[in-house]
């Protein structure tokens, strides 16, 4: 964007300069407006020839998402056995100190069979790593959903939410969001031990949800 965009940018999204009479909706909606007007090439002619242009990525493949932990007994009960996560693979180096804990939900049709290929081709997988020494140190994680923010949640799909939460509440499972609460009573978000957030959401109900703000 220009310098001129960039002034003009916030006023639209946060209403405090020319978009100060809008709803927060409007204001939502404007931003948006301008961030397409702004970049047409997301939205226009050049869009539909992307993929030619990225062709040579066509095998790339998101494997996992990586959480530090504190203790990994408690981490491995809670994905294991909260959750259904199942252990794939266990990588420990000695001399660096600090292990790895592939983890692969069990509802994933392509399951993995635990050699190294199918553990870094498989998407979908969470990696677990723990740092030898920290669980008896004042070493805290941080979730990336307090300043500095960053990192937000990963999500899980659950084939009757209701059931699933009910299940996390006899648990004893931490709830950041329990559903019914807040805007979209239709998803959860629980914790786990180390304080990562977790959606939980229902896949059926997520049109009704969701669906009029999809573009």
């Not at 932990?69 to 996560?85: D, H, M, N, S, T």
Request: contains cysteine.
């Amino acid at each position: 964007p220009t310098e001129d965009g960039r002034e003009r940018l916030p006023a639209l999204l946060d209403g405090r300069r020319g978009a100060r009479s809008c709803s927060p909706g409007l204001r939502g909606h404007v931003g948006l407006e301008y961030f397409r007007q702004e970049n047409e090439s997301l939205y226009g002619k050049e869009r539909v020839t992307m993929h030619d242009a990225t062709a040579e990525t066509d095998g790339y493949v998101l494997t996992h998402t990586m959480f530090r932990i504190k203790e990994p007994v408690r981490a491995l009960e809670f994905y294991e056995q909260v959750l259904g996560f199942r252990l794939i693979t266990r990588l420990d180096f000695e001399e660096a100190r600090f292990s790895l804990y592939f983890l692969q939900p069990r509802g994933h049709a392509d399951q993995a069979d635990g050699s190294l290929a199918a553990t870094f081709s498989r998407a979908g997988l969470l990696e677990l790593t723990h740092n030898w020494g920290t669980e008896g140190d004042d070493t805290e994680m941080h979730s990336g959903n307090t300043d500095p923010k960053g990192f937000g949640h990963i999500c899980i799909s659950v084939p009757d939410i209701k059931a699933a939460c009910a299940r996390f509440e006899r648990l004893g499972v931490t709830f950041q969001k329990k559903l019914g609460a807040g805007g979209m009573k239709e998803i959860a978000f629980i914790r786990d031990p180390d304080g990562y957030w977790i959606e939980v959401v229902q896949p059926d109900l997520m049109e009704g949800l969701v669906g009029p703000f999809r573009r």
